[in-house]
């Protein structure tokens, strides 16, 4: 893909199913990951695994966004792309039953952490007088409703309108924003899905009956979200692609 190579890239949640596949994909495409999740032990692996570097940060703090950012510029020098993926499922509860404490927390890391990464992202191009690029993991969630994943699913409709704003913002000034929508991908966020809510065997049902008759693999997002950042999808912005399988035309 245009435009990968050399690039310095910050990928959220790079610890996880999605974002580790995301650090190789783009590492394999010639760019200098810099990889950032909560999980320090397994966030270095996956650095190691990519020459890159690791950092282990907490997206939802404005503390944790700013140091991966200095360690980022201080290992490369400067910030070029930014995949913001890290994410919680939050529990599974229907409406009556969702507390307060629990909306919020999934808000902090899936809403607070997307909007503080973008504008860290703003504003560390403006100091540096460039103009790169921000893929946002969004999800099938961001278009569906959910009776027991109320606060999963406002988190991810929450996200387009940061990207949304953001894209307008950027636009004049050559940063694009854009998102990606997996629908089932087997991780270990979806290993969370609880026995009460059908469990892993109704999310394998589920992902077989999609028109592509299978779940989704990290590599599946990891090559859509390389595209969305490099050249060739220069001019998209403020878009959200779907990677499910087909699942949202159902
Ligand atoms: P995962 O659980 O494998 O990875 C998520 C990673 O985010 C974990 O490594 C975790 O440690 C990290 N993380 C969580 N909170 C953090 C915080 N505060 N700061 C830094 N890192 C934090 O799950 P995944 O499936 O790879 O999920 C990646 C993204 O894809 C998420 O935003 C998720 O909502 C989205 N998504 C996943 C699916 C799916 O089926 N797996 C579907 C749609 C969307």
Redesign the pocket.
């Known amino acids: 893909m245009r435009g990968l190579a050399d690039k310095v890239v910050v990928v959220?949640?790079?610890?996880?199913?999605?974002?580790?596949a995301t650090a190789r994909r783009l590492a394999e495409e010639g760019a200098r990951v810099v990889a950032?999740?909560?999980?320090e032990e397994?966030?270095r692996k996956v650095a190691e695994s990519v020459g890159g570097l690791g950092v282990a940060?907490?997206?939802?703090s404005e503390e944790?966004v700013a140091g991966y950012l200095s360690a980022a510029v201080e290992r490369f020098g400067r910030v070029d792309l930014h995949h913001l993926?890290?994410?919680?499922?939050g529990s599974f509860a229907t409406l009556p039953e969702l507390s307060a404490a629990e909306f919020d927390r999934v808000m902090?890391?899936?809403v607070r952490?997307v909007f503080l990464g973008v504008r860290a992202a703003f504003r560390r191009y403006a100091e540096q007088g460039t103009a790169g690029n921000i893929v946002i993991?969004?999800?099938?969630?961001s278009l569906r409703g959910s009776a027991d994943l109320l606060a999963?699913q406002t988190s991810?409709h929450a996200v387009l309108g940061i990207l949304k704003g953001a894209a307008m913002y950027g636009g004049p000034l050559g940063v694009r924003v854009n998102a990606v929508?997996?629908?089932?991908?087997?991780?270990?966020?979806?290993a969370?899905t609880p026995a009460a809510a059908g469990g892993k065997d109704d999310m394998s049902r589920r992902a077989s009956s999609t028109p592509l008759r299978r779940a989704?693999t990290?590599d599946d997002?990891a090559g859509v979200v390389a595209f969305l950042l490099s050249d060739d999808a220069a001019y998209m912005t403020g878009e959200v692609v779907s990677v499910d399988g087909g699942a949202s035309i159902v």
Request: hydrophobic share 40%; no cysteine; glycine share 24%.
């Open positions: 959220t949640g790079a610890a996880g199913g999605i974002g580790a950032v999740d909560l999980d397994r966030v940060a907490d997206v939802s944790g993926n890290a994410g919680i499922p902090a890391v899936n952490g993991t969004g999800s099938i969630g999963y991810k929508a997996p629908g089932i991908v087997p991780t270990d966020l979806f969370a989704g990290g997002v």
